[in-house]
């Protein structure tokens, strides 16, 4: 059986087909106001982009789903978690002041922004998961305590997990930066005939776990966190990391933390994801880059997986731009993901959540 997943597209012609009464629209289509009650403490879980990033969803958009959830008589609030490397969200001064700076204030979406790990990443919540990787995650202490959750994702690659979905947003980005140490837990090393000794690796890397030593790079792998910042501003491709047996282990241990973010609400939470700019990298970094295909539209569901399932159909069913950093699979029906980060395999992602029992690959998509 396949779970029903809305798609809008994105074209306009009058006030009624405009993208806010979209997602007012879809909202209302995935049946979310059923999931919300009366006085909920409704988490709106987004990413508020690191400084330098313009590709995360709109404010304007956002405002749309808090009105919709303030329509239910709830509370709603936006909220992300602390990041495990240093930049402009490593605390909630410097997080709240990023998501003010991107439009993500009172003025603006009609609901107050709140860090959901904390000032420094320690209001934390034990759940008890018990799966392959982990028995318990830990998982930020708001969203755990949340009656009922909307998930909002800018759908893009992910240089190591192959795309960044609603999985990825539940997994990393309902954890605190202990949660996320818990999940990378693979170390990359050097490619010495490639490192040309530039020291961008080392200046990122928020352990100090990366010296230039005889104009190359040495990552003391003892130290390293796994965060994966090193090979995101190599240029060179010198840093790299075990795919074969390190990567799988990591998508697993992403999946169960999705799992452990939903845990107790499992039927209280809604999801979009956001077809538009689909970028090579993470809204993490602080650039955006050249889109890889062209926009496509604005997904709901209440089923994580098919959603992404859907997502990642969907972008591979495009034509891919040339003149951006994907570097193969331009062609209608291949892998974009793949195509522009060689060794990533983004569906391992839906597999896996769909053996946990989080939801379904297959999909029934119904366009409003």
């Known amino acids: 059986m396949s779970s029903p997943v809305y798609f809008a597209g994105l074209r306009a012609r009058d006030e009624k087909t405009s993208t806010v009464s979209k997602i007012k629209k879809l909202f209302d289509h995935a049946g979310f106001g059923a999931i919300i009650a009366k006085r909920d403490r409704t988490a709106i879980k987004l990413h508020f982009g690191e400084l330098g990033n313009d590709s995360f969803i709109s404010p304007v958009f956002v405002r749309q789903v808090v009105e919709k959830v303030k329509e239910c008589g709830a509370l709603p609030f936006l909220t992300d978690t602390n990041t495990l490397y240093q930049g402009s969200r490593s605390n909630a001064v410097d997080h709240i002041m990023t998501a003010i700076l991107h439009g993500f204030d009172y003025a603006v979406v009609g ?5 959901a790990d904390g000032l420094c990443g320690k209001n ?14 830990t998982i930020a202490g708001d969203i755990a ?13 992910h240089i190591v997990s192959g795309f960044g979905g609603a999985i990825k947003n539940l997994a990393m980005g309902c954890a605190p930066p202990e949660g996320k140490k818990d999940q990378h837990q693979a170390h990359p090393y050097t490619i010495g005939e490639r490192c040309i000794g530039c020291g961008k690796c080392a200046a990122v890397c928020p352990k100090s776990a990366i010296k230039i030593v005889k104009k190359k790079s040495a990552i003391n792998r003892s ?19 075990d795919w074969a047996t390190e990567i799988p282990k990591f998508i697993e241990r992403l999946v169960e933390y999705a799992s452990g973010a939903v845990k107790g609400k499992e039927k209280r939470v809604g999801y979009f994801n ?6 090579p990298d ?4 602080p650039w955006s880059d050249a889109p890889i295909v062209p926009d496509i539209g604005i997904l709901a569901s209440m089923d994580p997986v098919a959603i992404d399932s859907a997502s990642f159909d969907l972008v591979n069913d495009q034509s891919g731009f040339s003149d951006s ?32 029992g989080m939801g379904n690959c297959r999909y029934e998509l119904i366009t409003i």
């Open 111 to 115: 609901a107050p922004v709140i860090i």
């Open 124 to 137: 934390v919540a034990k759940v008890t998961i018990k799966r392959k990787h982990f028995k318990r995650v």
């Open 145 to 157: 305590a949340a009656d009922s959750m909307i998930v909002m994702t800018h759908f893009k690659a």
């Open 223 to 241: 130290v390293c966190i796994g965060c994966f910042e090193c090979m995101t501003v190599c240029a060179e491709r010198a840093i790299d990391i």
């Open 274 to 279: 956001f077809l538009t700019r689909i970028t």
């Open 282 to 285: 993470c809204d993490c970094v």
């Open 325 to 356: 950093l994907l570097r193969m699979h331009y062609k209608k029906g291949q892998d974009k993901f793949s195509g522009t980060w060689e060794e990533t395999n983004g569906y391992q992602q839906v597999r896996y959540a769909e053996e946990l």
